[in-house]
């Protein structure tokens, strides 16, 4: 299917944050756009906005002075819905109300011709719900673009029960032609990201909720372990509690509370205290001094002190798989490494200093694992995206580990340029078990026929810049490690949160990955 040509008029009801960056995409692509806005007045000031948005990167050298002129020349405000009766595609970003959308798309159905598409905006809304009431249902579907809409790549094309599939690719042709990623979702709650990203806070709070690091420590870990961009906490305060939260409620709500999406506690109390973390100078972190102190003024992570204990050569059982640029770190670094053959049947990878036994979590604890593997001195790592690069690792170690024992484990990590972080006994460390709910989630979203594996990725990596897919992550891993990991962290809590998705469970079982 193509996308709509240049010489289509695009319509955009709603100039505020995201109607004003909407148009802009558009009238860049080279659309002529009517932005209009119910507030007199909205919509000159909107494309005003623009001008000055975009004459900053003239100023920067990034644009010339003649493509903002043409820009802003295709861009003309109207204060009546009826200057968009010509539109070919009317976008609607106005409040967040069912009941109100409703009645402005009826009002739009009889205004315009009967094959202008009709989208919404629309973050947690259904699009089967929006279009119930249409005479034609099946043009109208979800254009979901994420907040700057000029500079976030993604667009999700959202599919209520009655859209065609004519129009839901003519809307992702369109998309992509306006330089964004376009990826396909059916209307189910919170689409594909603001549903697959639920854990990523979901898991952070929890790790706060009960004790194992502070907010700064599990940032630090996220970033420099996991790879991510920024970590929950501070992502949070970015976004802010009440938006945040609200999105969670809503998610949990719409699923019928099923525990997978539960809100936390911790976060309800921020909200009540009107922390709501940027916007109101305090979050998790307190940012009223930034700029005057700013690096006093942010915590730092809890990092171990230089350890001194002598390293003896590092004893390697089993296959290393993923941990193999751990290995060669170490080998990197002068320390002596010799290799055996696995003892594990199950052919875990276990790496020996003298009496301490290291091995990547699994998502059980490690006092669990020391009683069921008869080891008394055990220490656990976390996952890392890429241990040759990572920056810092999180431990944790089995009751009956000796301080002697910790030290060597700090000095080990050390030795290759890593930080340590040591984190109470916690089932699945903080990266592993993150990326293991976050493969989850999506697993479940393909399974329900949400995405598939590739949109399902694409989306988490261009609408919230995760490093890697978390199904082409879990791939990496190996799924059947993924489900023994969502397995132990199940039992470990005794919750159905944990429950592994029975997508991910076939996949393992059968030995097939999500992506080819
Ligand atoms: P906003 O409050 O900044 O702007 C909404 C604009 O719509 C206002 O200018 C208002 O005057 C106008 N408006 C309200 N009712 C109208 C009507 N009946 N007719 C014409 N104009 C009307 O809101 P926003 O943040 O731009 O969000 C708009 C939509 O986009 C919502 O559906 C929201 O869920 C969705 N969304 C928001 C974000 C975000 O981060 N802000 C991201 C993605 C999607």
Not at 494 to 513: D, H, I, P, V, W
């Given at each position: 299917?193509?996308?709509?040509?240049?010489?289509?008029?695009?319509?955009?009801?709603?100039?505020?944050?995201?109607?004003?960056?909407?148009?802009?995409?558009?009238?860049?692509?080279?659309?002529?756009?009517?932005?209009?806005?119910?507030?007199?007045?909205?919509?000159?000031?909107?494309?005003?906005?623009?001008?000055?948005?975009?004459?900053?990167?003239?100023?920067?050298?990034?644009?010339?002075?003649?493509?903002?002129?043409?820009?802003?020349?295709?861009?003309?405000?109207?204060?009546?819905?009826?200057?968009?009766?010509?539109?070919?595609?009317?976008?609607?970003?106005?409040?967040?109300?069912?009941?109100?959308?409703?009645?402005?798309?009826?009002?739009?159905?009889?205004?315009?011709?009967?094959?202008?598409?009709?989208?919404?905006?629309?973050?947690?809304?259904?699009?089967?719900?929006?279009?119930?009431?249409?005479?034609?249902?099946?043009?109208?579907?979800?254009?979901?673009?994420?907040?700057?809409?000029?500079?976030?790549?993604?667009?999700?094309?959202?599919?209520?029960?009655?859209?065609?599939?004519?129009?839901?690719?003519?809307?992702?042709?369109?998309?992509?032609?306006?330089?964004?990623?376009?990826?396909?979702?059916?209307?189910?709650?919170?689409?594909?990201?603001?549903?697959?990203?639920?854990?990523?806070?979901?898991?952070?709070?929890?790790?706060?909720?009960?004790?194992?690091?502070?907010?700064?420590?599990?940032?630090?870990?996220?970033?420099?372990?996991?790879?991510?961009?920024?970590?929950?906490?501070?992502?949070?305060?970015?976004?802010?509690?009440?938006?945040?939260?609200?999105?969670?409620?809503?998610?949990?709500?719409?699923?019928?509370?099923?525990?997978?999406?539960?809100?936390?506690?911790?976060?309800?109390?921020?909200?009540?205290?009107?922390?709501?973390?940027?916007?109101?100078?305090?979050?998790?972190?307190?940012?009223?001094?930034?700029?005057?102190?700013?690096?006093?003024?942010?915590?730092?992570?809890?990092?171990?002190?230089?350890?001194?204990?002598?390293?003896?050569?590092?004893?390697?059982?089993?296959?290393?798989?993923?941990?193999?640029?751990?290995?060669?770190?170490?080998?990197?670094?002068?320390?002596?490494?010799?290799?055996?053959?696995?003892?594990?049947?199950?052919?875990?990878?276990?790496?020996?200093?003298?009496?301490?036994?290291?091995?990547?979590?699994?998502?059980?604890?490690?006092?669990?694992?020391?009683?069921?593997?008869?080891?008394?001195?055990?220490?656990?790592?976390?996952?890392?995206?890429?241990?040759?690069?990572?920056?810092?690792?999180?431990?944790?170690?089995?009751?009956?580990?000796?301080?002697?024992?910790?030290?060597?484990?700090?000095?080990?990590?050390?030795?290759?340029?890593?930080?340590?972080?040591?984190?109470?006994?916690?089932?699945?460390?903080?990266?592993?078990?993150?990326?293991?709910?976050l493969a989850n989630e999506a697993a479940d979203a393909v399974l329900q026929g949400v995405c598939s594996a590739e949109d399902g990725d694409l989306a988490m990596q261009a609408g919230v810049n995760y490093p890697r897919g978390p199904l082409a992550?879990?791939?990496?891993?190996?799924?059947?490690?993924?489900?023994?990991?969502?397995?132990?962290?199940?039992?470990?809590?005794?919750?159905?949160?944990?429950?592994?998705?029975?997508?991910?469970?076939?996949?393992?079982?059968?030995?097939?990955?999500?992506?080819?």
């Open positions: 299917m193509s996308a709509l040509p240049t010489t289509a008029v695009i319509g955009v009801i709603g100039a505020g944050a995201m109607g004003a960056g909407i148009a802009q995409v558009a009238a860049q692509a080279g659309h002529s756009v009517i932005l209009h806005d119910n507030q007199p007045g909205a919509a000159s000031a909107g494309i005003d906005n623009i001008r000055r948005q975009l004459e900053k990167r003239v100023a920067k050298g990034k644009m010339r002075q003649d493509e903002v002129d043409g820009i802003i020349a295709r861009l003309q405000p109207a204060d009546t819905v009826e200057a968009l009766a010509d539109s070919r595609l009317i976008i609607e970003a106005i409040v967040e109300n069912l009941e109100i959308k409703r009645q402005v798309f009826a009002q739009l159905e009889a205004l315009c011709s009967p094959d202008t598409l009709l989208a919404s905006n629309t973050s947690s809304l259904s699009i089967t719900s929006i279009a119930a009431n249409l005479e034609r249902p099946e043009r109208m579907a979800g254009l979901h673009f994420f907040n700057p809409a000029p500079v976030m790549k993604l667009v999700e094309v959202v599919s209520g029960l009655a859209t065609s599939a004519e129009v839901a690719e003519t809307l992702y042709a369109t998309a992509s032609a306006w330089g964004k990623v376009a990826v396909h979702a059916s209307s189910t709650p919170g689409f594909i990201v603001n549903r697959v990203a639920r854990p990523f806070y979901a898991e952070g709070l929890r790790l706060l909720q009960e004790g194992a690091g502070d907010a700064a420590t599990l940032d630090a870990l996220l970033r420099q372990a996991g790879g991510f961009r920024m970590g929950p906490f501070e992502l949070m305060d970015l976004i802010g509690h009440d938006v945040n939260y609200a999105v969670t409620r809503s998610v949990f709500d719409a699923y019928y509370g099923d525990t997978r999406f539960e809100p936390s506690l911790v976060q309800q109390a921020l909200v009540e205290a009107g922390r709501l973390g940027r916007k109101s100078g305090q979050g998790f972190y307190d940012y009223s001094r930034e700029g005057q102190h700013e690096n006093t003024a942010k915590p730092q992570p809890t990092i171990s002190a230089p350890a001194q204990a002598e390293l003896p050569p590092l004893v390697v059982q089993g296959e290393p798989g993923v941990i193999a640029p751990l290995l060669e770190r170490a080998q990197e670094s002068g320390l002596e490494v010799v290799r055996r053959e696995s003892l594990q049947p199950d052919g875990t990878t276990r790496l020996r200093l003298g009496d301490l036994v290291l091995a990547l979590s699994d998502g059980r604890c490690a006092a669990e694992r020391a009683v069921n593997e008869g080891l008394e001195a055990l220490v656990l790592f976390d996952l890392c995206l890429d241990y040759r690069n990572a920056g810092a690792i999180a431990l944790s170690a089995s009751h009956a580990t000796s301080a002697e024992a910790r030290e060597l484990a700090t000095a080990f990590f050390q030795r290759l340029g890593i930080d340590v972080v040591w984190l109470t006994d916690t089932p699945g460390l903080v990266v592993l078990r993150t990326v293991a709910m992550w879990a791939d990496s891993l190996g799924l059947a490690f993924v489900h023994r990991t969502l397995t132990h962290l199940q039992q470990s809590y005794g919750e159905e949160r944990y429950r592994a998705s029975f997508l991910l469970r076939r996949k393992a079982l059968t030995e097939e990955n999500f992506h080819e």
